[in-house]
């Protein structure tokens, strides 16, 4: 287990220009969303210039259980995988093993031939037109490439996906088989939806790297930043600190949480039936926010280097096109638009100001679908990790709206 204190810790936060009364509203929302039952614990990490700014634990693990939240909780970061998965594909793309603009059959020959969505029949059944080209390696790594996911009630490729158990396949070859009879949404680089695609990365490094996917996060990722309860499944030693997950419960409360996206919640005491790279691993606070000061170093951590400058700089670019950012699409999990953008596997503040948002510009963000969310804000040098373990729903995305105002409220002097 790693120690929390091995990461260095600021003075003070008024030494990295933060008002500690003006930080405490943070604590102080946290604890009151404990005290009323909105979720059973809550674990925030922030860090400025490669410090510790503050780290606070509050509430429980498991409400059934009378000991408090520790530090080294180990949380489901479902989608919270997903820039993991694309730094280890970065990592081959600095190797020279493939191009952005290659096409994803290069890797993926059973994808050869895909339909695109054209419509429904009569009888409801789904109209295709072809592929005009394959998806591009660019496109795989941003959502732009027409892959549906399976997650949502909102279009009837997403029902395809779900009635073809992508999401229950048996390996990451069986998931791209199944991938493979289905329509994409729209014609590569046409739209963004959120979707399988991280999935297909991680298949994508095991073809090119000769390992099995997990075997490539722990060797080039994990074991070098130090992530050491990061993984695909808890170990006999760390099981104990997994955190219990909840959803509401109908009545303002919270209820164990049984299913996650129709499936069964899983336990990570056993190996899945495939690694996701899309939302597969468990992490902690300290894991996760060794991999955003990697990210915010440009590539480096503690004298390691995983990446180059460049190639961190090429996933914090936004490759949505500007026509599709230009038009509103509903369907979207985020408001797209052309001042927030989306690169390789992050979402990018590309005009935060113009948006009402407090972060600098270049932020790069993404949550997970229990709880879980992060901030790189490479302008003001601030990284930020919070953990709670409730399903997705308004009340946990107020979670991460109500942190940002209350961090960078506290940023009085940001000179510093």
């Known amino acids: 287990m790693a120690d929390p204190a091995d ?3 600021a003075p003070s936060p008024e030494a990295v220009g933060f008002d500690s009364g003006r930080l405490a509203r943070l604590d102080a929302y946290m604890a ?13 990490l922030l860090m400025r210039h490669g410090q510790v700014v503050a780290f606070t634990t509050q509430g429980k693990a498991d409400l059934a259980s009378d000991a408090p939240l520790g530090r080294d909780a180990l949380f489901r970061i479902y989608s919270m995988t997903k820039p993991i998965t694309g730094v280890a594909l970065m990592i081959l793309f600095e190797e020279g093993r493939w191009s952005m603009d290659d096409p994803i059959t290069r890797f993926l020959p059973e994808l050869q031939g895909l339909k695109v969505f054209a419509g429904l029949d009569a009888d409801g059944n789904l109209l295709t037109t072809d592929a005009v080209r394959s998806p591009t390696m660019r496109e795989l790594l941003s959502h732009t490439a027409g892959f549906g996911y399976g997650l949502f009630d909102v279009h009837p490729v997403e029902r395809a996906y779900r009635d073809a158990g992508v999401l229950q396949a048996d ?11 289905l329509p994409l949404h729209f014609q590569p680089g046409g739209e963004w939806f959120y979707s399988v695609a991280t999935d297909l990365q991680g298949l994508i490094v095991e073809r090119i790297s ?19 309860d990061t993984g695909f499944q808890t170990r006999s030693d760390n099981v104990d600190r997994l955190a219990a997950i909840y959803c509401d419960d109908g009545a303002g409360g919270l209820k164990p949480a049984t299913e996650a996206f129709d499936m069964p919640i899983n336990d990570f005491t056993r190996p899945p039936r495939f690694v996701s790279g899309g939302g597969g691993l468990v992490s902690t606070a300290t894991d996760y926010a060794r991999f955003c000061q990697m990210i915010l170093n440009r590539g480096a951590l503690n004298g390691v280097r995983i990446l180059s400058p460049v190639a961190v700089a090429l996933m914090g670019t936004n490759v949505v096109p500007d026509a599709v950012l230009a038009v509103a699409n509903p369907m979207r999990l985020l408001p797209f638009n052309p001042a927030f953008g989306f690169g390789l596997d992050f979402a990018v503040a590309l005009d935060p100001r113009r948006l009402g948002m407090v972060e ?57």
Not at 171 to 181: K, N, P, Q
Not at 210 to 228: A, C, E, K, N, Y
Not at 376 to 386: A, L
């Open 210 to 228: 000769g390992q099995s996917f997990g075997d490539f996060l722990q060797t080039r990722i994990f074991d070098p930043l130090g992530m050491v």
């Open 32 to 44: 009151e969303m404990v005290q009323t039952g909105q979720v059973a614990g809550t674990s925030t």
């Open 171 to 181: 390996s990451l070859d069986d998931l791209a088989s199944r991938i493979a009879t």
């Open 360 to 416: 600098g510009r270049g932020t790069l963000s993404w949550g997970g679908g229990g709880g879980t969310w992060f901030w790189i804000d490479p302008e003001n040098e601030i990284v930020f990790v919070g953990l709670i373990q409730r399903m997705a729903d308004p009340v946990s995305s107020a979670f991460r709206n109500r942190a940002r105002t209350f961090v960078y409220q506290a940023l009085t002097q940001p000179e510093k």
């Open 7 to 9: 990461l260095p810790v």
